[in-house]
Structure formats: structure tokens, C-alpha cells
């Protein structure tokens, strides 16, 4: 008499699982639709117990970018002859190692208010595995009582409808980027609040 053999099952569990926790992960990803935008977007917040003016002051000098980033070593303005640091149209270019070797990119201020509003278009990227040509990012302001502010930071594109590898590469990129912004925020905050 032949033996039932048992049903292998185990690969195919495997898959589905996988599957599940990648469509998860999709579905509930940081970039999506949020209140107040009218496109998918990923944004972190904090607040400072600092007022927006010195906050945006200090976000706009480059030489603080590797104080406070977790990701960027420094940054190297291209055109400060020309326009100052931080104003809407200078330009600069962001390094991950003090070498200048492995990822970097370009960013150009699209638009400067002072105390509520800095936009980046971020270009030219090097070392990336799936860059977009369409990315923007904001450094927004908003003052809160008591001399406060919070300052928040969004990642976004620029074009109206991103292809569907740039919107599908950035639902699994965000968990990272948020992390980051996370990360970067709370180093912002501890200088501003303790001037370390």
C-alpha cells in the first residue's frame, strides 16, 4: 500500500507571505495622499522651541549641513558668486562622504520665504540605485505660541504624475527617507534648542 505523501506547501506559504508583507508595505507606505496636498507626498515633523525665523536662518547657511544631517557630510555651493546661500535660486551640491566619493546631488532653491518656506529641486543624482529627475523637497516653517515653531520636511515630485517605477520605487524608499528626516529633525531641534 502507497504511502499518502504529504503536500509541500511550505514554498508556496513562503511566497504568499512575502507577497502579503510587500503589498503591506506598499499600501501603508509614508508617501501617499495627505491632508492639505494635492499629490502623494512624504512629510516628518517637529517642533522646536525656537522661532521660525531662527530656525529657517539656520537651515539656510550650508556650512550647518553637517552638524545636524545624519545622511550629508557637507555640502559645496556651486553659484554662491552669484547668488547668496539659501536664496531662491542658489545652488549647491550635497555629499554623503568627506572624500566627495559614492552618492551626491544637486539641489537649487526654487523658492526662499523667509521664516515659513524653503523649496529644493533635487537633481543630478550619482550613487543612487533608482533616481528620479522629477524630486522636490521643502523645509516648511510654522510659527507656534510661545516663540516656537515647527519645522517640517516633505519629499515629493515635481511632475504631475510620476511614471510607475518612480511611484512604486518611492513607496518602499519612503520608510527610509522618513527615517532620516526623522533622525535629522531631532539633531536640528537639540542644536537650536541647546546651541550645541
Not at 525665523?53 to 537651515?59: I, M, N, R, T
Amino acid at each position: 500500500m502507497d504511502k499518502l505523501q504529504p503536500r509541500r506547501t511550505g514554498p508556496l506559504v513562503t511566497i504568499l507571505l512575502l507577497w502579503g508583507v510587500l503589498a503591506a508595505a506598499f499600501l501603508f507606505s509614508p508617501y501617499k495622499r495627505q491632508a492639505g496636498f494635492a499629490y502623494p507626498v512624504l512629510t516628518q515633523s517637529i517642533d522646536i522651541a525656537a522661532g521660525a525665523d531662527s530656525a529657517f536662518a539656520y537651515l539656510g547657511d550650508s556650512r550647518h549641513a553637517g552638524q545636524w544631517s545624519k545622511f550629508v557630510d557637507h555640502v559645496s555651493l556651486l553659484n554662491e558668486d552669484s547668488v547668496p546661500d539659501g536664496a531662491t535660486g542658489s545652488r549647491r551640491r550635497c555629499f554623503c562622504k568627506r572624500d566627495e566619493s559614492g552618492r551626491r546631488w544637486d539641489e537649487t532653491v526654487l523658492e526662499s520665504v523667509p521664516g515659513r518656506l524653503r523649496r529644493f529641486a533635487l537633481h543630478d543624482m550619482v550613487g543612487f540605485s533608482a533616481a528620479s529627475r522629477h524630486l522636490a523637497t521643502d523645509q516648511v516653517y510654522t510659527s507656534l505660541p510661545g516663540g516656537r515653531c515647527r519645522l517640517t520636511f516633505t519629499l515629493y515630485f515635481t511632475s504631475a504624475k510620476p511614471d510607475w517605477k518612480e511611484s512604486f520605487t518611492m513607496r518602499f524608499a519612503a520608510y527610509a527617507v522618513k527615517n532620516i528626516f526623522a533622525r535629522n529633525l531631532g539633531e536640528i531641534k537639540r542644536i537650536l534648542e541647546t546651541g550645541a
